[in-house]
């Protein structure tokens, strides 16, 4: 905007517009283009505006409704409109003040109302609002508010070192949980594991002991039809006695073991056949009384 004083003719520049005065009242808008005026007529170049868009960046600081104060950067464009021209000439000594006055008092009327995070949220509701109120308000000045960009929200650093210690904190937690949950999976898995081998080490016991039951029984039938006048005590004495020899020998033999001592003697073979035949028949005397 400026005023420009001239005698007999002007040119005025693409994207913008002249104001055209007579006798110091308006008379009509000036295209681009070359013009000429009569001076005898009182007739003159009182000023031109620039129809380009403009730009106009707007820092507020206010506070929000949870008492924390942050700076707001709004970046407002706008433009002369040509058919209104002469009331954007005539209406305001400074539109960029009047703007910036508007904008303080959209926003400083809805942030304290809203939370840092509502505010974060819904930026672009606090910018539709400015702009509906600077439309209504610059539009009777010959103005146009093309757009409205809420640039940036800047917390106080104290309030932005607090945030990030507070998202720190509880991604530790959750990191926290996971591990939870990954060593709870991992030893259930192991304590299934174990389960699942005792189990088969059960199985094969019980396989090993059954295979070890036929073949004594297979052992004492082929030794009674071989050699006659024997009992099945004498066989299973005698296979006593070889298991015994066995597992003294494995028992030197095996450099891991720590020293045994054993009572050694065949009297020895003889009391532990003994035992165990005692045992067997005391067994049966039990089942046999538990059945009566």
Known sequence: MGNTNCIVGGCID??????????????????????????????????????????????????????VF???????????????????????QNPREQIQAYVFDVVRALVPMMTLDALFEQKGEVAKSVLEELEKVMGAYGYSIEHILMVDIIPDPSVRKAMNEINAAQRLQLASVYKGEAEKILQVKRA??????????????ARQRQAITDGLRENIMNFSSKVEGTSSKDIMDLIM???????????????????????HGPGHVR???????NGLMEANSARVSDEV
């Open 241 to 263: 006695i070889t298991q015994y020899f066995d597992t003294m020998r494995d028992l030197g033999s095996s450099s891991k073991n720590t020293t045994v001592f054993l009572p």
């Open 70 to 92: 942050v700076q707001l950067i709004c970046s407002i464009q706008y433009r002369v409109v040509k058919t209104n021209a002469d009331d954007a000439f005539y209406e305001l």
């Open 192 to 205: 299934e594991a174990e389960a699942e081998a005792k189990y088969l080490g059960g199985v094969g016991v």
């Open 271 to 277: 009391d532990i056949s003994d035992q165990i035949r």
């Open 14 to 67: 693409q994207a913008s517009v002249g104001v055209v005065e007579r006798w110091g009242r308006f008379e009509h808008i000036a295209e681009p283009g070359c013009h000429f005026f009569n001076p005898l007529a009182g007739q003159w170049l009182a000023g031109v505006l620039s129809t380009r868009i403009n730009s106009l960046d707007v820092k507020i600081e206010t506070k929000t409704k949870d008492n």
